[in-house]
């Protein structure tokens, strides 16, 4: 992903946020304050990812313009997507080991023995019908991939362009 592949309101956000910490007006920021600007426009990252992005040589030059940070607010939202995804084939791999019937569903018999078995813990049917309740967000009493698939999402907000 490039910096023409940002949508107009994405390419103007950063161009504001950039804006905002050019503050002596040279129309360059140091790596710092590119993590700052990604800090302000809520992207998760860190030194590590942002020096991945933007490559080794730019970080050591230390000068980064509007265009330079339009990339690589595009090649995070890349890499945040890539992990997005990763994390769910990661998630539906394990649905599938611990629904051992391979119905799809998870009820809460199998989530008892599920948390049983990965805690060490003696969970009840009580506890396990409660979390299924919790997370059954269609009603139809068992939890499937999907419904986990949205409870990780929820927590992991990623920005597609």
């Keep these: 992903?490039?910096?023409d592949q940002l949508s107009?309101?994405?390419?103007?956000?950063v161009r504001e946020a950039f804006h905002d910490l050019d503050v002596d007006g040279s129309g360059k920021l140091s790596f710092d304050a590119l993590l700052t600007l990604f800090?302000?426009?809520?992207?998760?990252?860190?030194?590590?990812?942002?020096?991945q992005v933007v490559g080794q040589q730019a970080r050591e030059a230390n000068?980064?313009?509007?265009?330079a940070a339009q990339a690589a607010y595009a090649g995070l939202n890349k890499m945040a997507l890539q992990r997005q995804h990763e994390r769910?084939?990661?998630?539906?791999?394990?649905?599938?080991?611990?629904?051992?019937?391979?119905?799809?569903?998870?009820?809460?018999?199998?989530?008892?023995?599920?948390?049983?078995?990965?805690t060490q813990?003696?969970?009840?049917?009580?506890?396990?019908?409660?979390?299924?309740?919790?997370?059954?967000?269609?009603?139809?009493?068992?939890?499937?991939?999907?419904?986990?698939?949205?409870?990780?999402k929820s927590r992991r907000p990623v920005e597609a362009s």
Excluded at 63 to 67: A, N
Aim: proline share 1%.
């Design 121 to 152: 813990e003696h969970y009840t049917m009580e506890e396990a019908a409660q979390l299924v309740s919790l997370l059954d967000t269609d009603g139809n009493g068992y939890i499937d991939v999907d419904e986990l698939l949205g409870l990780v």
């Design 39 to 51: 800090e302000m426009l809520h992207v998760p990252t860190d030194a590590d990812d942002l020096a």
């Design 88 to 118: 769910e084939m990661q998630l539906r791999h394990a649905f599938k080991v611990h629904d051992r019937d391979q119905d799809g569903k998870v009820t809460a018999e199998e989530l008892q023995r599920i948390m049983t078995e990965v």
């Design 63 to 67: 000068q980064f313009d509007v265009e």
């Design 1 to 3: 992903m490039t910096a």
């Design 8 to 13: 107009q309101s994405q390419a103007e956000r």
